[in-house]
């Protein structure tokens, strides 16, 4: 599998220009909680997946990321949205430098899996620490929403088998209610299809878009959110 660590600090407008090939997530985040006015805290904000498309309705938003460069590529383009309600900070989920009580959406996507997987050394630790670190900035009311991956190349929900404890503990753990979605990637050509696959995924995804040619690739993702 390629180095995913690294192409986020190294490859972060290639990384951007995979995921812009998905659906916008708004009317999904919508249906959770409504955005306008809130403040609101993007864990994991990366190249501005979600940040770009809340920051129009938010009072305020803040882009979180261990990753300067995917954060740079996410000003760039909040700034040429014209907006200024936002910052960017270098800090990882575990240690949010923010308030206590201060925001009323925290929202993680495709992120905290890196974390709490089965792979990683004291993953369980690691789920407890970030989910604490979000209740903890969070105002009372306040929501959590996180976005997994629940398999790429699948039409259906078949997630890694080293996430699936990781799911189970949101719902059963922490009772965070869940639902899954489809979020196909749509490229220009096959030929961007496999490039881009390969890049992000590897092999053998991309051997199956070259030989089924494939414009459109499907992809499940599990949304998980919790009120407080």
Known sequence: ??????????????????????????DVIEEVRPTTGLDIVDVGAGTGRLTAVLASKARSI????????????????????????????VAEHRKLPLEN????????GWTIAYLAN???EDGEGNLNAAIAEMKRVLRPGGTIIIFETMGT?????????????????LQEEYHFSYKWIRMDYTFENTEQAEELTRFF???????????????????CAGVWWLHI
């Open 1 to 26: 599998m390629p180095d995913h660590a690294r192409i986020y600090i190294e490859e972060a407008e290639k990384y951007h220009l995979l995921i812009s090939k998905q659906p916008l997530l708004h």
């Open 62 to 89: 803040i882009a979180i990321d261990e990753s300067a460069g995917m954060l740079e590529v996410n000003a760039k383009r909040l700034k040429e949205l014209g907006l200024g309600n936002w910052r960017t900070i």
């Open 101 to 108: 009580a201060s925001a009323d959406l925290v929202v993680a």
């Open 118 to 120: 089965d792979e990683v």
């Open 153 to 169: 190349g699948e039409k259906q929900p078949n997630p890694p088998a080293i996430l699936k404890n990781y799911y189970k503990r």
């Open 201 to 219: 995924f590897g092999d053998a995804l991309a051997d199956r878009v070259k030989q089924e040619q494939l414009k459109t690739v499907p992809e």
